[in-house]
């Protein structure tokens, strides 16, 4: 992460407050990395644990850290840097996770499953910066804030998720209106096939992607996808398929039975622009517990052999939300915590720092490359 830290061009802030001294742009960014992955509940417990001997021990050996700044330096400095041009320290982890060979582990149908969700990381009526997303609301307040759009490669039968670089869903620079999920996954795509043009990926999203736009654009990108749809949201669909005979599988595993209706190539809706999709409908039903139904669309062709795999593919979204988000928000990270917002982008920075360190450096170490690294005792 030093290494990608250290590309991101140098901040000029003359309002700096901070020390005469200029701290390294990289020794900023580790330490608020350092922050998050110490768990410290806000900056100024950082910013006072930073000269216990320990602490500080610990800065400069595991994160190189020539000079920790204080915590008015840090939100200065931080506030500057553009996101942008923290993509590179998420290009950097997955290329290490290309050259050792760990990405093999997450084949799904001769590609990989690319998870993505929306979610928000600051909330006030106060507090606000040139980049808030802003709701009015009928009594004239207003409600300012900011969301992400995460992604990470993901696999069925793996615990642990690899993190893709998330879209921020702010105001873009110029523009007067809100942003939106839709464009941000618009732009998350255009850099996605950019950063990684060769990475044969499935999307998977929820039902609010499941619109001819959206579904025309994944297309285009020559990606496949698996998406959560729903009677209420996509009406013309549920309605074609009503009447018409789906094939069917039935499946047993342990206490879980179930259910595999699909049918291929339907339109999605009524509209003439529509893409041509195939429907999986699976019914869950485990021991006394009520029937469960859920629907998705795809255009990877369904058969009796990969239908179950692409029904895990669909409930596989659950881990950008459990294995992602519920990391940040309930295992120390202090997703929620307001680490300060600043003018411009400290918020969308310590998101991405956050995101970075809990997904990526979170992984349960292997007692093989332990071995190798330390020797075998």
């Not at 996770?97 to 979610?119: E, I, N």
Request: glycine share 6%; proline share 4%; with cysteine.
């Amino acid at each position: 992460m030093r290494k990608a830290f250290k590309k991101v061009p140098e901040v000029r802030n003359s309002n700096s407050r901070g020390p005469k001294k200029k701290i390294l742009l990289a020794d900023c960014l580790m330490s608020g990395l350092a922050m998050f992955s110490l768990k410290s509940k806000s900056l100024l417990e950082f910013d006072q644990k930073r000269s216990d001997k320990m602490v500080k021990h610990n800065l400069k050996s595991l994160y190189k850290i020539q000079q920790a700044p204080c915590d008015t330096y840090m939100r200065e400095q931080l506030d500057e840097v553009d996101p942008a041009n923290l993509r590179e320290c998420y290009l950097s982890a997955f290329k290490a996770v290309q050259r050792g060979k760990l990405l093999r582990q997450y084949d799904f149908l001769g590609g990989y499953l690319a998870l993505l969700d929306g979610t928000e990381i600051f909330s006030s009526k106060e507090v606000h910066c040139e980049n808030c997303c802003e709701k009015k609301h009928r009594d004239g307040s207003t409600t300012y804030h900011h969301q992400i759009l995460g992604a990470a490669i993901a696999h069925p039968d793996l615990k642990q998720v690899i993190p893709l670089c998330p879209e921020q869903i702010c105001k873009q620079d110029g523009a007067k209106k809100n942003d939106c999920e839709r464009r941000a996954t618009q732009r998350f795509l255009q850099q996605l096939k950019k950063e990684h043009p060769r990475l044969q990926l499935t999307i998977v999203s929820d039902a609010l992607s499941a619109n001819t736009p959206q579904i025309n654009e994944i297309k285009s990108f020559g990606y496949h996808f698996i998406t959560n749809v729903k009677p209420k949201g996509n009406k013309a669909l549920f309605d074609f398929i009503s009447g018409i005979e789906l094939s069917e599988k039935k499946i047993t595993i342990e206490k879980e039975h179930y259910i595999l209706r699909y049918i291929n190539n339907i339109p999605l809706n009524n509209n003439k622009e529509a893409p041509m999709v195939n429907f999986l409908e699976c019914v869950v039903t485990k021991g006394k517990k009520p029937k469960k139904t859920f629907t998705w669309i795809t255009n990877h062709k369904i058969t009796k052999n990969n239908v179950y795999s692409i029904m895990r593919g669909g409930h596989a979204r659950w881990k950008i939300e459990n294995k992602t988000f519920n990391t940040l928000k309930n295992q120390g990270y202090q997703f929620g915590h307001n680490f300060g917002h600043g003018k411009k982008h400290l918020t969308s920075v310590f998101s991405m720092l956050k995101k970075q360190l809990a997904v990526c450096f979170r992984q349960p170490y292997r007692r093989d490359i332990l071995a190798e690294h330390f020797g075998k005792k």
